[in-house]
């Protein structure tokens, strides 16, 4: 066989098109899970990633303006953005749930303000946040006397006991590292966590603790402060983690992050 049999013919490149495919549900063939989270935010999007590792369940997520320093004022200033931030997360395509990652700004918004702005922008979805959330997940558990943990410095905090207070629950007890930065709110330690936690469960009256600010790292701790003091613990990040995926038909119990994932 000569040299000229074995060269191939030159036809230039090939070119498929119209290749034959079918659709399915994608990475969200369960649901799809919006969350709105602050842009000073260092936590929350790694203890969901950690938390929420359902095949079928995607996240989606948007960022809100806001000032690192929390105080009434710059909290107050975050609803006129709320509709823009839920407006970017997947335009045009059914959300399951909306979740909005401030505990702080949904007290002094209000619950009801939080979702009027968010279903402003994407009508009929539902939606939660961080105190809604753990309001039901402690209700849920049967916790009707807790202690709150919180971050934020006295002119926040006046605000939370009577909030939740006012939806059924008691705040017998509350604990405060009154620090106004989020940026360094999001590196207190989780050994200082665990401790402020240990010791506001002593007393007596609590029957549940609920750690507030979706900075604050709970996730490797929750189930060591559990067994430690026999009583449900919650933070922002997981009990809206939790609510977000109940809302959205989600029912799969989830070991290692606390009573409530096992509900």
């Known amino acids: 066989m000569n040299e000229t049999a074995l060269r ?4 230039g490149p090939i070119n498929k098109t119209h290749m034959k495919f ?19 935010d260092h936590t929350i999007e790694a203890e969901w990633r950690q938390v929420i590792r359902l095949p079928g369940v995607a996240v989606y997520e948007s960022r809100i303006q806001n000032s690192p320093e929390i105080n009434p004022e710059t909290l107050a200033a975050m609803e006129k953005d709320l ?32 979702a009027r702005r968010i279903q402003e922008a ?40 009577g909030y939740i207070e006012g939806r059924g629950l008691e705040v017998t007890v509350m604990g405060s590292f009154n620090h106004e930065n989020d940026n360094e709110v999001a590196r207190i330690s989780t050994a200082s966590i665990r401790d402020a936690m240990i010791e506001l469960a002593q007393e007596p009256t609590v029957d549940g603790i609920f750690v507030s600010c979706t900075s604050l790292r709970v996730a490797d701790i929750v189930e060591e402060v559990e067994q430690k003091i026999g009583k449900p613990v919650t933070s922002s990040n997981l009990a809206l983690a939790w609510h977000c995926l109940r809302l959205a038909g989600i029912e799969d119990r989830l070991p290692g992050y606390g009573q409530l994932f096992r509900s």
């Open 122 to 161: 994407r009508p009929g979805v539902a939606v939660t946040n961080p105190i809604t959330a753990a309001i039901t997940g402690m209700k849920k558990l049967g916790a009707r006397r807790i202690a709150l943990l919180t971050p934020y410095i006295e002119a926040v905090n006046q605000r939370f006991r």
């Open 8 to 11: 191939r013919p030159a036809t």
């Open 83 to 114: 509709g823009k931030a839920a407006s970017v997360i997947l335009p045009g395509i059914e959300l399951d749930v909306i979740g909005y990652g401030c505990t702080s700004a949904s007290v002094v918004l209000g619950e009801e303000t939080v």
């Open 22 to 40: 079918a659709l399915d549900g994608g990475v969200a063939s369960r649901c799809r899970i919006g969350l709105i989270v602050l842009a000073t």
